[in-house]
């Protein structure tokens, strides 16, 4: 299994503290959804573990679909321009729509997929994020569904990269420089 334990790496949220997180979201997601079918969609590529353990604990009949973006290269940080790199499979219009997202960290990306998605005449659409760096927000964001919020650093873990690699951890853990 893997872990934090090399030396750059230090856990901040463990396995466990995960785990009661994404029950407590999915019991707050049944109970607002009870009688619907919501379409999650994930943010790739780092929504795909929440996105897997989530779905499992959801009551409901759900569908999935994944959306691909692009902003950020090999860098740490957003470019600020954001493109769909991989689009949907079907149409959203009328459907109660909830985004899976790992992180929201300047607010760049969710923002424009929420106006990106929001053109497509959704009957409903929220936002379910893993973590969120308030602290860095440079536009506005919502979260209605929110896992934990996280200090100014760099995280990586359970779904979440640096540079494409550490998604496989179970625990998340802070890139010490
Ligand atoms: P934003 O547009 O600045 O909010 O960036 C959002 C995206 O950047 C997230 O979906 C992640 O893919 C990536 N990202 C931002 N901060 C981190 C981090 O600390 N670790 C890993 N990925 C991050
Ligand atoms: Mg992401």
């Given at each position: 299994?893997?872990?934090?334990?090399?030396?750059q790496l230090k856990v901040i949220i463990?396995?466990?503290?995960?785990?009661?997180?994404v029950a407590?979201?999915?019991?707050?997601?049944?109970?607002d959804y009870a009688g619907k079918q919501p379409l999650l969609i994930g943010v790739l590529k780092?929504?795909?573990?929440?996105?897997?353990?989530?779905?499992?604990q959801l009551d409901l009949p759900v569908e999935v679909d994944f959306i691909r973006l692009s902003s950020y290269g090999a860098a740490r940080e957003t470019s600020g321009k954001v493109r769909v790199v991989q689009g949907?499979?079907?149409?959203?219009k009328g459907r109660d729509v909830l985004i899976v997202e790992d992180i929201v960290d300047t607010g760049i990306t969710i923002s424009f997929l929420l106006g990106y998605?929001?053109?497509?005449?959704?009957?409903?659409?929220r936002l379910c994020a893993l973590t969120d760096k308030p602290s860095r927000h440079r536009v506005p964001v919502s979260i209605d569904y929110l896992g934990f919020t996280v200090p100014d650093k760099f995280v990586v873990g359970?779904?979440?990269?640096?540079?494409?690699?550490?998604?496989h951890l179970p625990d998340i853990c802070v890139v010490e420089d």
């Open positions: 299994m893997g872990n934090c334990r090399q030396s463990t396995r466990q503290e995960i785990e009661n997180a407590r979201l999915a019991a707050e997601i049944n109970r780092g929504s795909f573990v929440f996105m897997a353990d989530l779905v499992r949907l499979n079907k149409t959203i998605l929001r053109k497509q005449k959704p009957a409903s659409l359970y779904g979440l990269d640096y540079n494409e690699k550490f998604r």
